[in-house]
């Protein structure tokens, strides 16, 4: 993984200095409420219902063991011993003490990390697929690219007071594992026909109130060129997105304005008349980043059935918590974050120090933070696969449910955010209980769930199987389900299936939609495969079958 | 009497407002629609001439009249408002002003000072709650920055070049 240079940690520590002394301005009354909003969101602190909330950067998903571990420190010592993953690769903590946030970050900065850029509206983490490196049919690994944007995008003289906040995913495979297609700026590596590496540009995807999907801007763009063209976007973005109304500030919203076409002639002239000025990408400095993310040293081992003649609950972890390796005789395990019983996403110091410990022996000493609220061991050997389950199941981190229905995403809510209109782990719990069998998960396939407090949409509901919005009715709290949308493969919002649910029966109605999908399927046939070839009107019959307090 | 920063010294302002009386050989800012009304008459002014542009100005519009200007005030209105960032950068990468680049406006803070001066702002005008010695002190925040931009002294690491 990349590591500091001098210049890096020079600057997070120069970050940290600034940050100790805007702390110390405002608790000290010489800063406005207003200034100190925009150093701190800048610097990944939010006020929060309860508290503050400090989102510490993952930047692209990728831990050391070392940091992991500072990480479950961090969280013991500074809040309450659990800190919360996000679906971009952030570590969210809810209850740190904002005069101790200086310190927190100081902490971060002795293990080369940093909550910087990781709210306000500036460029924010990077994203990447949690398979970088490690998949089977990647063009090349995006990791080296996005450490790039990360040190292009931090601090940034022009492009650090935008008219929102500004999200870029880099992938490298065919499949979108980053849900690039929903962020403001999509990279998808590809090589052209002489074999050159570039990416294919998209702009102007995004969730929230208004989701949109990004489209294509430029079908080929060569790498050496990666920052100029983006420097281009963003400067038409920073003089003409709008600021006069905060829903209507990102830059999806210019884009379908003026369209793509016309937004494409407008960058591709800016880029043009900057493109001499603007930060040039050597050949020696991409050589240099890239050097950081050389495959570990790999054994040379034949692929082996690990889990014929195990017990079935191993099998059952095999089959639904590791996925396949580019390398013979490794697998990729998922570290479940989704539990019965626990928030999506949620985890303890001890725990994090005990995948630290793990990542440590037997897979590299590194750790991802994949965007489904889950972590990751990228390279397992597979004859130690039992082993490793075994610990983790002493963890609490083997729920065999990776892909299923439990394995739901969803945002703090009401119980933390301030901006949530209703809770989502009263009811991601009640989910979790009534669907408890695994055999009746694993009959179900496929399925995710993704649920958000609000219309932000940090859940990402409008691009799950099945989409859950809370919201607020006289002071109530009402879910709207969407189905349909996904963001793998083919991404596709959903459709609202019709009036709002009240919070006790959100579970009951995913049941009967569910149970529409276990009536009616083909041999085969995923639930999302369903949705798309018949529609939702028989899922939206079912939903309200023998549900009469829906208004 | 306003302060500006500049050449990390605070001093008053030697430039008259528009509409603050300036007399012909006294530096006047005018806004830019003010300018655009009779350019001829105002740069035909004995005393220097400066613009003051706003957000949502066209920073092209200057052009023509920019080899007669000795300083352009790009204003920021407040906090979040980003916009004059990108306009430092295209008068100076761009269309090549080597005048006065000053930043005005509520929106000026010492927070900003830093990279607003990498943009190619060289004065600033300070609030009356914004602290002199502060805001010097923060061209000297960092001493390493990632991106092409104007030089500041003490910069001694740069990762990316124009």
């Known amino acids: 993984m990349y590591r500091y240079d001098d210049l890096d940690q020079a600057f997070v520590n120069e970050r940290v200095a600034e940050f100790r002394d805007q702390t110390r301005r405002f608790l000290a009354g010489e800063l406005s409420e207003d200034e100190f909003k925009a150093v701190r969101l800048r610097n990944g602190l939010y006020i929060q219902r309860h508290a503050p909330m400090l989102r510490i950067a993952v930047p692209y998903g990728l831990l050391s063991s070392r940091q992991l571990r500072k990480l479950g420190e961090v969280a013991r010592r500074y809040d309450r011993g659990v800190g919360h993953f996000t679906t971009r690769h952030n570590l969210q903590l809810n209850w740190p003490k904002l005069e101790q946030v200086p310190d927190i970050l100081e902490h971060l900065a002795s293990v080369q990390m940093h909550a910087i850029q990781t709210s306000g509206n500036c460029i924010r983490n990077v994203s990447a697929d949690h398979m970088a490196g490690i998949a089977k049919d990647e063009v090349d690994d995006p990791r080296p690219y996005c450490e790039i944007i990360r040190q292009w995008s931090t601090h940034h003289p022009e492009f650090t007071y935008l008219p929102r906040k500004f999200k870029i995913a880099v992938t490298g495979s065919p499949e979108d594992r980053a849900a690039s297609e929903v962020h403001d700026i999509g990279l998808h590596l590809k090589r052209d026909a002489q074999g050159q590496l570039g990416f294919q540009v998209l702009v102007g995807g995004g969730l929230g109130r208004q989701p949109i999907i990004g489209q294509v801007i430029r079908e080929f763009l060569p790498l050496p060129e990666l920052l100029s063209y983006l420097e281009a976007i963003l400067r038409v973005y920073n003089r003409h997105g709008r600021r006069d109304n905060i829903h209507k500030a990102r830059i999806k919203v210019l884009v379908k304005a003026v369209g793509i076409e016309r937004f494409r002639e407008q960058v591709e002239t800016e880029w043009r008349a900057s493109r001499d000025q603007a930060p040039r990408l050597e050949v020696a400095e991409v050589d240099r980043v890239r050097s950081h993310f050389t495959p570990p040293a790999y054994r040379d081992l034949p692929d082996i059935d690990a889990a014929t003649g195990r017990e079935p609950e191993f099998q059952a972890w095999y089959r639904y918590n590791t996925r396949e390796h580019k390398i013979p005789g490794y697998r990729a395990v998922f570290v479940s974050l989704k539990r019965h019983g626990e928030n999506p996403g949620d985890i303890t110091s001890e725990q994090m120090e005990a995948v630290a410990d793990l990542a440590e022996r037997v897979s590299f000493g590194l750790v991802r933070v994949p965007h489904n609220q889950n972590l990751m061991l990228g390279d397992v050997r597979q004859d130690e696969l039992y082993e490793v389950w075994k610990e983790l199941r002493a963890r609490g981190l083997a729920m065999p449910n990776i892909g299923t229905l439990t394995d739901m995403i969803a945002c703090p809510g009401l119980d933390l955010c301030s901006l949530a209109n209703a809770g989502t782990l009263g009811v991601a719990k009640q989910i979790q209980q009534r669907f408890d069998d695994l055999d009746y998960l694993y009959d179900l396939g496929n399925i995710e769930i993704k649920m958000s407090g609000c219309m932000n949409a940090c859940g990402h509901h409008h691009v799950g199987h099945i989409g859950i919005l809370g919201v607020d009715k006289h002071g109530e709290e009402w879910y709207q389900i969407t189905l349909g949308g996904s963001v793998n493969g083919s991404t596709a919002l959903g459709e609202v299936i019709g009036p709002s649910v009240p919070q006790k029966e959100v579970a009951a109605t995913i049941e009967r939609i569910v149970e529409v999908y276990r009536g009616g399927r083909r041999d085969g046939e995923q639930f999302i495969e369903m949705i798309r070839r018949v529609g939702i009107k028989p899922f939206k019959e079912g939903a309200y079958a023998t549900h009469s307090e829906a208004a | ?162």
């Open chain 2, 1 to 162: 009497m306003r302060r500006i920063l500049r050449r990390h010294e605070v001093v008053e302002d030697a430039w008259r407002l528009w509409g603050e009386g300036a007399a012909d050989s006294d530096p006047v800012i005018v806004p830019l629609a003010e300018l655009q009304k009779d350019t001829g008459a105002w740069v035909a002014r004995k005393g220097a001439l400066g613009v003051r542009l706003a957000p949502g100005e066209c920073v092209e519009s200057l052009g023509d009249v920019l080899p007669s200007l000795a300083l352009v005030a790009v204003e920021f209105p407040n906090v979040g408002d980003g916009r004059g960032f990108s306009y430092g950068r295209l008068l100076r990468d761009r269309l090549h002003f080597a005048g006065e680049l000053r930043a005005v406006g509520g929106g000026v803070k010492q927070d900003k000072i830093f990279l607003l001066a990498r943009c190619g702002f060289e004065s600033f005008e300070l609030g009356e709650t914004e602290r002199a010695d502060e805001a010097v002190a923060a061209l000297r925040r960092y001493d390493v920055v990632y991106q092409p931009g104007a030089p500041i002294e003490g910069i001694r690491r740069q990762r990316f070049f124009a």
